[in-house]
C-alpha cells in the first residue's frame, strides 16, 4: 500500500479544483443556466491570486482576489445572458477565450516565478498517517474547504427553502415567476456563485499546487469541471466521486512514467479528456426514462418586471 499512498495523495490534491470548479458550476445549472466559461474564469481567478502574492499579498488575500476576478467575469457572463438575453453557449464560449486571452495578456510579466505565499498543509494528528485514508486527512486549508462546501451545498440545495426555490427554477422559470420568485435575480446568484467557486479553484491551481504561473495554467480543466456535473447528474454527492476518478486519472499519467509502463506519454497526458468522453458516453447510454439535467438548463426567461 506504501507505493500507491503517493498516487492517493496527488490524486485527491488534483480532484480539489474540480469540486470547487463543478460545485459552482452545478449551482448554475440547477438554476437553469448554462456557463461553458468555467475555464475562462479558472484563469483570471488564477492569475489574481498570484499577482496578488507576488506582488506582497498573503493567501487570504489572494482567494479574496480569485473569488473576486471569477464573479467579475461571471457577472460580465450574466448580463449578457440574463439581462440581455444573448444565448448561453456563445456567451460561456466568448467568456472562456476572453479569460484565456486576458490571463495569458496580462500575465507575461510573472511567468517563471515561484509564488512566494502559498497554503501550507494542515495534518490531522494520529489520522495523517493511516493508509489509504491519510491523504485526506493531509490537506490545506483549501482541501477542507472543499469537502466544507461540498456538504454545504448539498444541504443548501435540498434541505432549505432558497434551495428549493434555485431548483424550481431551473425546472420551470415561468412557474416560479408566477409564484412570486424573482427568477433572475436568483440565477443572477447561482451564476455568480459559480464565479467565485472557479475564481477558488484557479487560486488552488496556481498558488497551492503548481505554486507558479504560465499561460494556460489550468491546462483545460473547466472543461472537465463541466462534464463533471453531467457526470454526477447533478447532485453534490456523486460530484466528488468523479472528481477524484478524474484526478486519478490525471496524475496516474505521471506515476505511470515513474513505474517504468510503456505507454506513450502523449496517450497518457490525454487520458483525462479521453476518460472525459467514454464516460459521458457511457452515461448518456445508460440512462433511460431522460435526463436529469433541471428542464429549463439554457433556456431564455423574461427577466423579472
Known amino acids: 500500500m506504501d507505493r500507491f499512498d503517493p498516487l492517493i495523495a496527488s490524486?485527491?490534491?488534483?480532484?480539489?479544483?474540480?469540486?470547487?470548479?463543478?460545485l459552482g458550476e452545478l449551482v448554475a445549472e440547477r438554476a437553469g443556466v448554462l456557463n461553458l466559461g468555467v475555464e475562462g474564469m479558472m484563469l483570471v481567478g488564477a492569475l489574481a491570486a498570484f499577482a496578488t502574492v507576488a506582488?506582497?499579498?498573503?493567501?487570504?488575500?489572494?482567494?479574496?482576489?480569485?473569488?473576486?476576478?471569477?464573479i467579475a467575469a461571471a457577472a460580465a457572463?450574466?448580463?449578457?445572458?440574463?439581462?440581455?438575453?444573448?444565448?448561453?453557449?456563445?456567451?460561456?464560449?466568448?467568456?472562456?477565450?476572453?479569460?484565456?486571452?486576458?490571463?495569458?495578456?496580462?500575465?507575461?510579466?510573472?511567468?517563471?516565478?515561484?509564488?512566494?505565499a502559498t497554503f501550507e498543509d494542515l495534518p490531522v494528528p494520529a489520522l495523517s498517517g493511516l493508509p489509504v485514508i491519510g491523504p485526506l486527512f493531509s490537506l490545506n486549508v483549501l482541501g477542507y474547504a472543499a469537502i466544507a462546501m461540498l456538504a454545504l451545498t448539498a444541504w443548501f440545495l435540498f434541505h432549505t427553502r432558497a434551495g428549493l426555490a434555485l431548483r424550481a427554477v431551473g425546472e420551470s422559470p415561468a412557474v416560479a415567476h408566477a409564484l412570486g420568485?424573482?427568477?433572475?435575480?436568483?440565477?443572477?446568484?447561482?451564476?455568480?456563485?459559480?464565479?467565485?467557486m472557479a475564481g477558488v479553484a484557479g487560486?488552488?491551481?496556481a498558488v497551492a499546487q503548481f505554486k507558479m504561473w504560465q499561460e494556460g495554467l489550468t491546462a483545460?480543466?473547466?472543461?472537465?469541471?463541466?462534464?463533471?456535473?453531467?457526470?454526477?447528474?447533478?447532485?453534490?454527492?456523486?460530484?466528488?466521486?468523479?472528481?477524484?476518478?478524474?484526478?486519478?486519472?490525471?496524475?496516474?499519467q505521471l506515476h505511470a512514467q515513474g513505474w517504468g509502463i510503456g505507454v506513450p506519454s502523449q496517450l497518457m497526458s490525454a487520458l483525462p479528456y479521453l476518460a472525459t468522453v467514454i464516460v459521458l458516453v457511457l452515461i448518456s447510454r445508460a440512462r433511460t426514462g431522460g435526463s436529469t439535467a433541471p428542464a429549463a438548463?439554457?433556456?431564455?426567461?423574461?427577466?423579472?418586471r
Open 203 to 205: 487560486c488552488y491551481y
Open 181 to 196: 420568485l424573482r427568477v433572475t435575480r436568483i440565477r443572477y446568484a447561482a451564476v455568480l456563485f459559480g464565479g467565485a
Open 55 to 70: 506582488v506582497g499579498g498573503g493567501v487570504t488575500l489572494a482567494l479574496g482576489a480569485a473569488m473576486l476576478a471569477g
Open 77 to 116: 457572463f450574466a448580463v449578457l445572458t440574463l439581462t440581455l438575453q444573448a444565448n448561453q453557449v456563445a456567451a460561456g464560449l466568448a467568456l472562456t477565450i476572453l479569460g484565456t486571452g486576458v490571463s495569458a495578456f496580462l500575465g507575461r510579466g510573472y511567468v517563471g516565478f515561484r509564488a512566494p
Open 11 to 22: 490524486g485527491i490534491a488534483a480532484a480539489i479544483p474540480l469540486v470547487f470548479a463543478a
Open 297 to 304: 438548463l439554457g433556456t431564455v426567461f423574461v427577466p423579472d
Open 220 to 252: 483545460g480543466n473547466g472543461w472537465i469541471a463541466l462534464a463533471l456535473v453531467v457526470f454526477a447528474s447533478w447532485l453534490p454527492g456523486r460530484l466528488v466521486i468523479g472528481a477524484y476518478l478524474f484526478g486519478a486519472v490525471t496524475i496516474l
